[in-house]
């Protein structure tokens, strides 16, 4: 037969419209009579729907859950219900509605994730006094999450422990943000350094006995910096106030001495100094030794120093607001080097780590620098004093005059004649008082005799 609609002849139907078609068909047979008959096509129109939209968004925003209940939403051939915006990129979803005739269609859409910022992340930081903002790379500073308080910049200081936000925006739409943060700690170098002075635990006879713990004669005889010292044969003797190390060769403008002044007045005399205390020091921090192949010689850069008072016991005391260290990193170790006016210097035998804000050493229990790094050079480092357990040592006294040429590192003649121009003064601070009881005597030079010739490779 053949198969006509609206009079032409068809060889099939293509479904492309909606609608009701009515198609005839005829069939003639071999005597030439034909017969025919009609059926409808009925083709059913496609649902109906608004393709749905989600996004854009943010890396790592709330996953999103689909709205839309009348079809199924398909990505990658497989079916979901929402979407997790956890990575950034394009995402292509196809959403199908099937309706009650059977008819279905489709569309696609794109979830865009826009990417977050990945702003700076500096480490944390401890300090001893401030911290300088460094430039940035990516973000800004901020004193709150979220771009909240107050904004900050490189260069910045900041002299309080505070929690920094480094904040950065992705400029799309929605504006992403990702912010880091980091902690700036601000704490005081705290130094917990003993140290014993050969003169003020040695027998005041000139004999080489020893007992600890350190004798105050200069304290308690009114010597010091600042105090007033009476007796009937010298009247009464006004000590100038001030920290000692204010003259060649240290010349430290330290005021650290000031706040101990008697003003020449004997009642009291004792200018404030705790009873407990023995004399002043210098104390330095220090980098590594570097070797001068000119001078051949070691050098080290001093950080940071400080005149302290020592305690019978061998404690370091600092004054007023402590070890002002602020060139200095936390995670480094350094050399502390103590200096006295009549005794040969010493520092550690190595860099000393900071622990928890804190470096630790005790000179009375371990010796102190001998040797130069290559080695090249050795020196005398601490006298171990005899007859004390354990083995305990002190800084060699003797060296009273540090001023000459070569005279900062040994204990040699120059000394001697430290002691020969002030021998015979009662009551007196003096450098040739090396047995540190307020006197010149004899019993100062037997103590210089046994040192002579001893010296310090410190540099």
Known sequence: GVFTYGGSPITGWDPTT??????????????GCSDDCTFDIVVNPLPIF??????????????????????????GGSPITGWDPTTAGTFTITYTVTDANGCSDDCTFDIVVHPLPIPDDP????????????????????????KTGTQMFAGDKITSTTTV?????????????????????ITPLTLDVYVYLEGSVIA??????FSVPMR????????????????????????????????????????????????????????????????????????EPVLNFVTFKYEQNTLCRAAALLRNDGKIIF???????????????????????????????????????????????????????????????????????PDTYAMYAGNGQQASPGSLTGIDFVDRIIWEITTGTIGRYRAGDFNMNADCTTTDRNTWEVNNGKFTIVP
């Open 319 to 389: 004054t007023g607001d402590g070890f002002e260290c602020c060139n200095i990193d936390f995670s480094e170790s350094y050399y502390v080097v103590i200096e006295h006016r009549n005794h040969l210097k010493i520092m550690t035998p190595q860099a000393v780590p900071i622990v928890n804000g804190t470096l630790n050493f005790d000179f009375r229990y371990n010796q102190s620098y001998t040797q130069d790094p290559l080695p090249l050079f050795f020196g005398d480092g601490q006298k171990l004093l005899p007859g004390l357990t």
């Open 123 to 146: 480490a944390d930081v401890t300090v001893a006094c401030e911290y300088t903002l460094p430039p940035l790379t990516v973000g800004e500073y901020w004193t709150g999450s979220g």
């Open 204 to 209: 005041t006879n000139g004999t080489q006995n």
């Open 50 to 75: 608004t393709c749905p939209a989600y996004g854009p968004y943010c890396a790592g925003d709330q996953a999103v859950t689909f709205t839309e209940t009348a079809g199924v939403f398909t990505y």
């Open 18 to 31: 909606a609608g009701t078609f009515t198609i005839t068909y005829t069939v003639t047979d071999a005597n």
């Open 216 to 287: 105050t004669s200069l304290n308690s005889k009114y010597v010091l910096p600042g105090q007033t010292y009476t007796s009937g044969f010298t009247g009464t003797v006004y000590s100038p106030a001030g920290q000692p190390y204010n003259v060649a060769p240290w010349n430290y403008p330290g005021t650290e001495g000031d706040g101990y002044n008697s003003f020449g007045n004997p009642s009291p005399g004792d200018a404030g100094y705790p009873t407990n205390i023995v004399d002043w020091v210098l104390v330095s921090l220090r980098d």
């Open 165 to 185: 936000y480094v904040y950065a925006e992705s400029g799309t739409t929605p504006n992403c943000w990702a912010e880091n943060e980091f902690t700036i700690t």
